[in-house]
């Protein structure tokens, strides 16, 4: 199973912009789909992107418009640049990739996300 690393969060002011990065111990950005989850305390938790090997990426209705996901093939990293920070957005957020084979699949711990002013 892939070891996978997130980095990139912490507290900032409603409006305001992070970004996250999601690497792995293989070459992630060649699996087939990896994928940023938030978990809000208390909550569900929620997909908030996808990004697929063939360019294509999907996004939660609460962050459409204003995150985007990418894959920056030189650095290994799947990156989350979150703009217009709502205190709603306030989560774990964590990566996770599904690939063809079994050893492409994992889990990070995440990163903490805090929106507050």
């Known amino acids: 199973q892939v070891q996978l690393v997130e980095s990139g969060g912490g507290l900032v002011q409603p409006g305001g912009s992070l970004r996250l990065s999601c690497t792995g111990s293989?070459?992630?950005?060649?699996?087939?789909?990896v994928t940023w989850y938030r978990q809000a305390a208390g909550k569900e938790r929620e997909m908030v992107a996808t990004s697929f090997s063939g360019g294509t990426a999907s996004y939660g209705d609460s962050v459409r418009g204003r995150f985007t996901i990418s894959r920056d093939n030189a650095k290994n990293t799947v990156d989350l640049q979150m703009n217009s920070l709502k205190p709603e957005d306030t989560a774990l957020y964590y990566c996770?990739?599904?690939?063809?084979?079994?050893?492409?699949?994992?889990r990070g711990q995440g990163t903490q996300v805090t929106v507050s002013s």
């Open positions: 996770q990739t599904n690939g063809f084979l079994g050893s492409e699949n994992g």
């Open positions: 293989i070459t992630i950005t060649s699996i087939y789909a």
